[in-house]
């Protein structure tokens, strides 16, 4: 019987799915604009990204997922519901199986509520499967070799850190800390010193564009549109890299710390394994310019950006469908509709 694999990455910013057979299909904001009027779904991913900030009050942009786990239970429900549909293509009347990745650091309600959702959006067995051991599968390290690997997961609303030995968690260390937070602090931190009040997109750009983990000698620089909050009226300033660099220092300090911790509670023998592969660090946070070598500093561990650090969740995703029975037992936990 044929039978339709998908594989999500349920990401607080961004969402991929991949299928199996065809590889990553669909990668997009994690976000929904619905309208209260009509009591309906207006759009789902880059459409609705578009509205943040835009919409007038009969419309609302959710961002369902906040911190890595479902906030709004039935928006993340119709946008699983949205990505099963283009997964399946012409094949809508077979019912797929699915697995999505969730934070090491995930209750149990919040793994049920992940299960529910995919079994009301209608997956006929749902898979639920760490996030930190799908980013390493998807980072290429040998997850169920004897010897020890760290890899630092830095998404939209976690960041992750484990030690991984054969193909299971030793170690972790999971916080609220991430993308999302950093951009809160660019934010704040112009709205503090400027006076200038800018919207999240505008926030996020900042970081992608100029956005540094350590100072550097030659600053760049950038210029930012936003309202200020005296007159009210629209301005312009022109902000450093290194001013980035100041704003974000307090929330990749938590970051540094979450590593360390991971480090000092790691038996000596996969220390010394890891002191001599290094850290490998995924997700959207990977791209922030000198994480490595800000990480690599704070800890004296050598540390790595993985190639294609976004998809590398996803991508671990595709391994485990292509040899589901393979990683069933070891891995995933698992619901049947």
């Not at 797929?96 to 959702?117: C, D, F, H, Q």
């Not at 760290?150 to 193909?167: C, P, Y």
């Amino acid at each position: 019987m044929f039978i339709k694999k998908i594989g999500i990455d349920l990401g607080t910013c961004n969402s991929l799915v991949f299928v199996s057979g065809k590889g990553i299909i669909l990668q997009e904001p994690s976000v929904v604009a619905v309208s209260f009027l009509e009591n309906k779904i207006l759009a789902i991913g880059n459409k609705a990204k578009e509205m943040i900030g835009r919409t007038p009050e009969t419309i609302k942009v959710y961002r369902p997922l906040k911190d890595g786990v479902i906030a709004e239970y039935r928006i993340t429900e119709a946008m699983l519901r949205y990505f099963i549909r283009e997964a399946s293509g012409r094949f809508k009347f077979l019912k797929p199986e699915l697995i999505v990745g969730v934070p090491a650091g995930v209750t149990s309600t919040e793994k049920r509520a992940v299960i529910e959702a995919g079994n009301s959006a209608g997956a006929r067995a749902v898979y639920v499967a760490k996030e930190p051991v799908l980013a390493a599968i998807g980072a290429g390290i040998p997850i169920n070799s004897c010897s020890g690997h760290m890899i630092v997961d830095i998404g939209g609303g976690t960041s992750e850190v484990a030690v991984i030995s054969l193909g299971g968690v030793v170690n972790w260390h999971s916080v609220r800390t991430a993308g999302d937070k950093i951009d809160a602090a660019i934010s704040d931190y112009i709205k503090k010193k400027y006076n200038l009040a800018i919207g999240d997109q505008t926030a996020e750009e900042i970081k992608i564009k100029i956005g540094t983990a350590v100072p550097e000698d030659k600053a760049q620089y950038m210029d930012i549109k936003g309202r200020d909050l005296i007159s009210g009226l629209p301005r312009t300033i022109k902000i450093s890299s290194n001013e980035i660099c100041e704003a974000m220092s307090e929330v990749l300090f938590e970051i540094v710390q979450a590593v360390r911790q991971v480090l000092r509670d790691t038996p000596p023998e996969l220390s010394a394994d890891i002191m001599d592969k290094g850290m490998i660090v995924s997700g959207g946070g990977a791209l922030i310019k000198n994480i490595d070598q800000l990480l690599a500093n704070s800890t004296g561990v050598p540390c790595f950006i993985a190639e294609n650090p976004l998809l590398c969740v996803i991508k671990g995703s595709g391994v485990v469908l292509e040899n589901l029975e393979l990683y069933k037992r070891s891995i995933m936990s698992k619901s049947n509709r």
